[in-house]
């Protein structure tokens, strides 16, 4: 069935490091969501990425969709102690059914040391 | 809007009981969704209606989950018998499309004994 990887599963990085987390997945994709969950707290949407190539930036945080719509990352520029969570990607594709569905990754938990 | 809205937000039952969950969406949403949340699996997509009627429930478990939604304002998913393996963050989401962002309600928290 469909998947998508999410790779790393778990970054813990010092106040002020970069942070990357790649996804991909074993079809192509109609778009891709990125969500936030904050300890204990619910996902939040933070964007959606549907162009081939495309790449979105949200003050420190940059978000890119690959060629072949298979693979995207987020990166987050100096982290800051407000990063902390767990950063999920949701890929959009169509099963074979024929029913479209999102997709999550199993996200990755970012832990910043102040 | 209040945003979805799930209750109860905290669930503690024995085995064998039956558990109900409930959901309210974001009005005019058209879209809901079921997920369940574990450590080990991470967050799953359930079931998902578009309308009120269940359009993907591959993701179901097994026939003891059970989902319904009755009118566009209120969901339920149903477990019977309940099983110490299904102790999980339950989570609601509704979006006005299949593409669009998904909002969240707060979960609910379930443990079987």
């Known amino acids: 069935g469909q998947q998508v990887m999410q790779i790393p599963q778990y970054q813990h990085v010092q106040e002020g490091e970069d942070f990357t987390t790649y996804c991909n997945s074993s079809?192509?994709?109609?778009?891709i969501q990125w969500y936030k969950q904050r300890p204990g707290g619910h996902p939040v949407f933070l964007i959606q990425?549907?162009?081939?190539?495309e790449v979105k930036k949200q003050k420190r945080l940059t978000f890119q969709f690959g060629e072949a719509k298979k693979n995207s990352s987020l990166h987050i520029t100096a982290t800051q102690t407000t990063d902390v969570g767990t950063y999920f990607c949701?890929?959009?594709?169509?099963?074979?059914?024929?029913?479209?569905?999102?997709?999550f990754g199993k996200g990755t938990k970012l832990t910043v040391n102040p | 809007d209040a945003g979805v809205i799930q209750s109860p937000r905290h669930e503690v039952t024995e085995m064998g009981q039956e558990v109900t969950l409930r959901c309210k969406p974001i009005?005019?949403?058209?879209?809901l969704f079921w997920y369940r949340q574990t450590m080990m699996r991470g967050l799953e997509l359930l079931i998902y209606?578009?309308?009120?009627?269940?359009?993907?429930d591959s993701g179901m478990p097994e026939d003891r989950f059970s989902a319904k939604m009755p009118n566009a304002s209120f969901s339920t998913l149903k477990i019977q018998p309940s099983e110490p393996r299904d102790s999980a963050v339950y989570f609601c989401?509704?979006?006005?499309?299949?593409?669009?962002?998904?909002?969240f309600g707060p979960g609910t928290r379930l443990t079987v004994t």
């Open positions: 079809t192509t994709l109609s778009n």
């Open positions: 209606f578009n309308n009120n009627v269940p359009i993907d």
């Open positions: 989401a509704s979006s006005p499309g299949l593409g669009y962002e998904q909002y």
């Open positions: 990425l549907v162009k081939s190539g």
């Open positions: 949701a890929g959009l594709s169509r099963s074979q059914g024929g029913s479209e569905k999102l997709v």
């Open positions: 009005s005019g949403h058209d879209y």
